[in-house]
């Protein structure tokens, strides 16, 4: 597949990243720049609000949470986009027991990811993660992203200009 350029992973002996850890202050583009992937490479995309995967009903997060992963896999190759994760997966010694167990669940899901399948993730405070989901294997590469200068900013309004019409 075009999108994870597993024939140039494989050809320069890297392994592809199974997920991508993006992180900088509000505003700095971050969802943007994970739609914009998304448009250039045809790929299934699947992004669901943190707010709107956790659910008071005991049980429901985490099946909402598998349904996600689970489509991702039938619909491979698919990004999987979880913005302010830092909100679904905090440190397990100071969360509450609900983000404990979608924490654990995710963990687990990420393991079974293949690789047709990218996770990412996108956060303004990457040291409010667990440390487990920064480990290899999991998000294999973090990436800053900063905020855009004036010029930037204007470059990529006209871009978006562009693809509207």
Not at 120 to 130: E, K, Y
């Amino acid at each position: 597949s075009a999108l994870f350029l597993s024939s140039r992973y494989k050809e320069l002996h890297i392994p592809v990243p199974k997920g991508v850890l993006l992180y900088g202050p509000p505003g700095s583009g971050k969802t943007l720049l994970v739609r914009s992937l998304v448009s250039c490479f045809h790929t299934s995309f699947f992004t669901v609000s943190i707010s709107a995967l956790v659910s008071q009903y005991l049980g429901e997060s985490e099946r909402r949470l598998t349904e996600l992963f689970n489509q991702a896999r039938l619909a491979a190759p698919a990004i999987i986009f979880l913005d302010e994760i830092d909100a679904l997966c905090p440190p397990r010694d100071r969360a509450n027991a609900t983000s404990s167990r979608l924490c654990s669940l995710l963990l687990a899901l990420f393991d079974e990811v293949s690789e047709r399948v990218v996770v990412i993730g996108a956060t303004n405070r990457p040291n409010s993660l667990d440390s487990a989901l920064r480990r290899p294997g999991r998000f294999d590469r973090e990436i800053e992203i900063e905020v855009p200068t004036v010029d930037e900013k204007r470059s990529i309004i006209h871009v978006l200009l562009q693809s509207v019409d």
